[in-house]
Structures are given as structure tokens and as C-alpha cells.
């Protein structure tokens, strides 16, 4: 039998921001309700009413931005979720209420500031990050949405061919540190990156040195492969299931070329560094660099 009160439907956006820093923990982008949607303390995903017109991503950009202060990207993609409450109190009477909801993924920088909410008298009064685990333990109260979404959701998943050089100077070699916008923050790395579409592995080793270090190489034979496998944030700010794939060269610079770090990239410095003070483990590296030099024994 069809309900007689009014009938009402909402449809809104809303989205999963995971982030994961290198202390192991995951984190998710959460909105504390106001006490007039909630009198109980309640979290839930940033979001809202998409208005008339308005393309459903460009509405979640724009609730993000109120919600949290934060300037996010957004996926292409979205799951759907209908939740239907067919007497609900709102708005001073009862209705026969549908809320649809389409949760995209999306991210911030790493380097973004604090969340804060900018919007006055809104549905929300708080803004934070909040570990994964108090939520899924019930730490931390949260919406049947954050709930099904969170037990949906699945990182990006991203597989990338990369490429670096093992480059000695009589007891040195030359490695780059890992920035702050990087996985593994402050660890000493071989010099090297991503492979571009239809580019040759030697050819973006030697562009990659070239940025990183500042310093033109020759690319010699192929020593090895190294691979790694992680969820983690990339740089973008997006959380990812990452499978890095890399060949490992011999290469080598100039006599006398003097290294220095390229700007705003994912390394913040390139030197020479004594082999003694790897071994020992005087100076942090990336398992990269341990395997390069075992298999180029």
C-alpha cells in the first residue's frame, strides 16, 4: 500500500579522503554533525545536497571545500546508496524520505593544512582526521553511510614501471632523498622514477637523473629488478594500493659532477654517500639500494 504522506527525495555526494603517513596507521576525512541533526555526537563522510543543475562532482568539490576547508580532487567513478525512511520527521512533519547517495573517492595534498569547517549555520561543526580503526571498532560514532562505505571501498589500485641508476665514485655512491611528498619521508634512494608512456627505460633514467641531481649520466647495463608492493599516499595526496616495478642500471656522471636536488618534487636532496655509512646503517636507505648493491656483486 502506498505511503500517504509526502514524498521526498534527496539526492547528495559524499566521499572516502583516506590518507596514510609512514606511521602505519590509516587515517579517513570526517564531518561531526550538528547538534540539529544529531544530539548525540555523530560523524559522518563530507558531503551533501547536490542543487539543481549541478554536475555531482562539482557539488562534493564544493561541500569539501565548506565541510573542511580542504581543496580535493575527485574520481570518475561513484557507488550508489539508497536509504529509504518512509516516516521520517523532518521539517516540522512526517514524510516518506529517500536519500540517495553517490560516495566517490577523493584526496588532498599531502602537504594540505589542518581540516576546518568554513561554512556558517551548516550540518556540520567539526572537521578532523580520524583513524580507521576507531572507526571500524566503534571508537568513534559514525553514520551507516561511513559504515557500508568504508566496508566497500577499495584503494586505487596502481602498478608503475620505474627505473634507477646505481652510480659509484671510488667508495660513494649517489643517492637521493625521499621528500616529504614521498612514501618513506627522509630514507637516502638511488636516483630514478617513473617510465612515461612510450618512453624508453634509458631515456627516462637519464631525464630522471637529470632532475634529480642535476647532473647529465651514461646509462650502462641493466644489473637487476627490485619490486615492492604497499598501500600507502602518493604524492597526488591519493591513497593507493602501489606495485612499483623497477629496473636497476649501471650509470655513471662526470668526473667531478657535483649533485644538487631538483625543486618541489619528491626528493628534497642528492649527495654522494659513503658505501661505509650504508652498510653500517649510519644513513637510512630504501630497500632499493640494498638490493641494487647485492646484485651487482
Known amino acids: 500500500m502506498a505511503s500517504s504522506l509526502p514524498q521526498r527525495r534527496r539526492v547528495a555526494a559524499y566521499a572516502v579522503v583516506l590518507r596514510a603517513p609512514d606511521d602505519g596507521d590509516e587515517w579517513v576525512l570526517l564531518s561531526r554533525l550538528a547538534p540539529r541533526v544529531s544530539a548525540e555526537e555523530l560523524w559522518t563522510l563530507p558531503g551533501g545536497g547536490i542543487d539543481h543543475g549541478e554536475h555531482p562532482r562539482d557539488a562534493l568539490i564544493r561541500?569539501?571545500?565548506?565541510?573542511?576547508?580542504?581543496?580535493?580532487?575527485?574520481?570518475?567513478?561513484?557507488?550508489?546508496?539508497?536509504?529509504?525512511?518512509?516516516?521520517?520527521?523532518?521539517?516540522?512533519?512526517?514524510?516518506?524520505?529517500?536519500?540517495?547517495?553517490?560516495?566517490?573517492?577523493?584526496?588532498?595534498?599531502?602537504?594540505?593544512?589542518?581540516?576546518?569547517?568554513?561554512?556558517?549555520?551548516?550540518?556540520?561543526?567539526?572537521?578532523?582526521?580520524?583513524?580507521?580503526?576507531?572507526?571500524?571498532?566503534?571508537?568513534?560514532?559514525?553514520?551507516?553511510?561511513?559504515?557500508?562505505?568504508?566496508?566497500?571501498?577499495?584503494?586505487?589500485?596502481?602498478?608503475r614501471l620505474a627505473v634507477n641508476a646505481l652510480i659509484r665514485r671510488g667508495g660513494d655512491l649517489l643517492l637521493t632523498r625521499i621528500s616529504a611528498v614521498g612514501y618513506h619521508t627522509g630514507a637516502w634512494t638511488l636516483p630514478g622514477g617513473g617510465v612515461d608512456h612510450g618512453e624508453s627505460p634509458t631515456g627516462a633514467l637519464e631525464r630522471e637523473v637529470r632532475e634529480e641531481c642535476g647532473v647529465d649520466c651514461e646509462v650502462g647495463g641493466l644489473i637487476g629488478t627490485h619490486e615492492e608492493h604497499f598501500s600507502g599516499t602518493a604524492p597526488s595526496g591519493r591513497y593507493e594500493d602501489f606495485h612499483n616495478v623497477r629496473l636497476i642500471f649501471a650509470a655513471q656522471v662526470p668526473e667531478g659532477a657535483a649533485p644538487r636536488a631538483e625543486v618541489a618534487g619528491t626528493t628534497d636532496a642528492a649527495a654522494w654517500v659513503p658505501l661505509a655509512d650504508i652498510v653500517s646503517g649510519a644513513v637510512p636507505v630504501h630497500d632499493v639500494v640494498r638490493a641494487a648493491l647485492a646484485q651487482a656483486e
Do not use: C, N
Not at 78 to 88: D, E, G, K
Not at 128 to 144: E, K, L, M, Q, S
Open 63 to 159: 561541500e569539501i571545500k565548506e565541510e573542511t576547508g580542504l581543496d580535493a580532487l575527485v574520481g570518475d567513478t561513484a557507488r550508489v546508496y539508497s536509504a529509504h525512511l518512509p516516516t521520517l520527521w523532518r521539517g516540522g512533519s512526517r514524510q516518506d524520505y529517500q536519500a540517495l547517495r553517490l560516495v566517490f573517492e577523493a584526496w588532498v595534498p599531502p602537504d594540505a593544512p589542518e581540516p576546518r569547517v568554513l561554512e556558517v549555520d551548516g550540518s556540520t561543526i567539526e572537521a578532523a582526521w580520524v583513524r580507521v580503526r576507531d572507526v571500524r571498532d566503534g571508537t568513534v560514532p559514525v553514520t551507516a553511510l561511513v559504515s557500508e562505505a568504508m566496508a566497500d571501498h577499495e584503494p586505487f589500485r596502481k602498478q
